[in-house]
């Protein structure tokens, strides 16, 4: 497996897929072709589908058009064989000649491949690439998830992990400070400050709930809204780690080096997902993503709780399987409707999850390496109706 840190980018919203993956990739094509007069973007699938929602052309304009005239092209109707996020690149000299054509696909968390490279392939870091072989590590050695992480990316892991708890936590202050409507057109009020002060007048459980509540909105809208986030593993499920881990910080008074360890545990089982399924919407619906996002949540609290490594594996389990046949179907191609509401109740559920397996001695049937396998499987059954295209779902059924 490769580096958590492919799970954990830094970047803006508001999706990974759509927005981070193609920036990396016209700033790649970019560096190629400084002296192209002009560039033309098609992109196909599903990033054609929801890419106007999703920002792709502002992201890919942003990178290309200071540079030469850059037109976009739309081919929402075109499902390219390799992967259903597609782009082609194609930069021109001032006789109209292609300089170069380059067809690369954004395959989720930001990452880029195509049939010649894949950067979820290149450097492998960690030598087991299931929680069945990590866990029985774990118990045969003593160690713990986040000790494995540490031993196989090096101790400059944890300055990276620091950074991205930064962020997090930024993003959280600054999704509860703002105010205003989401831009995109679909006349949607934050309200991530409204929950905050509402959940205040509570007593102490439904205050609690409240606040993860408010913690979640704070991140997702934010995403929605260009800022900076943290892929926890994607843009459109970025709000769920930072709302539990933020929440954990505020109530229990976890230091940071705990909840850094922490971020590493969840970044071990998102990674497990991305290597072995996909965490990519477009690709398996949105089980790969708010569902991933609240098995890392699920674990990294349960090991904050104390978890042994079966607890932590089951609240991980917990989080995963209760999202199977999640579809994505984001109303007008925005990241908001449903995706935001479902990061607040994904929060909550990761804290769920951690309870339950916490009652738990950790023994339980169905694993979280099966369940991954079987949210593989699904999302292949799923029609493309419901990965990422905006064509089938409350993308249909839903009045603008
Ligand atoms: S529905 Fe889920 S997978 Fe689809 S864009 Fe929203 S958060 Fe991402």
Redesign the pocket.
């Known amino acids: 497996m490769e580096s958590i840190r492919q799970i954990y980018r830094i970047g803006h919203g508001p ?1 990974s897929s759509h927005t981070m993956g193609p920036m990396r990739a016209a700033q790649m094509f970019l560096e190629r072709n400084k002296e192209a007069v002009r560039f033309n973007v098609t992109l196909y699938g599903s990033l054609a589908a929801t890419g106007k929602g999703h920002m792709t052309d502002t992201a890919i304009l942003e990178v290309l058009s200071p540079v030469a005239k850059t037109d976009i092209t739309w081919k929402p109707k075109i499902f390219l064989p390799f992967h259903p996020n597609g782009m082609l690149f194609e930069s021109f000299n001032e006789s109209g000649d292609v300089l170069e054509s380059w067809t690369v696909y954004s395959i989720g968390g930001g990452t880029l491949a195509n049939e010649s490279f894949n950067e979820l392939k290149t450097e492998k870091i960690y030598d087991m690439h299931t929680i069945k072989e990590i866990q029985a590590w774990c118990e045969r050695t003593g160690h713990s998830y986040w000790e494995y992480v540490e031993q196989s990316e090096g101790p400059q892991i944890w300055d990276y992990l620091a950074e991205v708890w930064n962020v997090m936590q930024q993003a959280v202050q600054n999704g509860l400070e703002a105010e205003g409507i989401l831009p995109g057109g679909l006349g949607i009020r934050r309200k991530a400050s409204d929950y905050l002060i509402r959940a205040k007048g509570y007593g102490s459980s439904i205050k609690s709930r409240g606040m993860v509540y408010a913690f979640a909105l704070a991140v997702s809208e934010e995403n929605a809204c260009g800022g900076q986030i943290v892929t926890a593993p ?1 843009c ?2 970025c709000g769920v780690m930072p709302a539990v881990l933020y929440h954990l910080k505020d109530t229990r008074e976890f230091r940071d080096s705990r909840i850094l360890r922490a971020l590493a545990t969840a970044g071990l089982f998102g990674n497990v997902v991305r290597t072995n399924a996909s965490v990519s ?1 477009a690709e398996v ?2 089980q790969g ?2 569902g991933v996002a609240c098995a890392m949540a699920a674990a990294a609290a349960s090991q904050l709780f104390g978890g042994t490594p079966a607890q932590i594996e089951y609240a991980a389990e917990m989080g995963l399987e209760h999202h199977l046949g999640l579809t ?3 109303v007008c191609g925005l ?1 908001q409707i ?2 935001i509401e ?1 990061n607040a109740f994904a929060a909550a559920r990761a804290l769920d999850a951690n309870t339950f397996s916490n009652f738990s001695d950790g023994k339980h049937r169905v694993s979280f390496d099966q369940v991954v396998e079987v949210m593989r499987q699904t999302g292949n059954d799923l029609p493309s109706l419901y990965k ?1 295209t905006s064509e089938g779902g409350l993308a249909k059924n839903m009045e603008r």
């Open positions: 999706s994607t459109g499920s919407g619906g949105c993503e708010v994505c179907d984001p990241v449903p995706c479902r990422e």
